[in-house]
């Protein structure tokens, strides 16, 4: 008798959906501050 895991399965997935939007989320963050960082920095140069 195999055990249910479609329930665990089914976290899985769940967890796996909110890391990718974490993710996504917390990259367009440091895209943001790094564009920010250069345009001062270009800023300084000119």
């Given at each position: 008798?195999?055990?249910?895991?479609?329930?665990?399965?089914?976290?899985?997935?769940?967890?796996?959906?909110?890391?990718?939007?974490?993710?996504?989320?917390v990259?367009?963050?440091?895209?943001?501050?790094?564009?920010?960082?250069?345009?001062?920095?270009?800023?300084?140069?000119?």
């Open positions: 008798q195999e055990p249910d895991n479609s329930e665990t399965n089914n976290n899985n997935i769940i967890i796996n959906e909110i890391y990718e939007s974490v993710n996504t989320e990259n367009n963050i440091l895209n943001k501050a790094e564009e920010s960082d250069n345009s001062l920095e270009y800023n300084k140069e000119n």
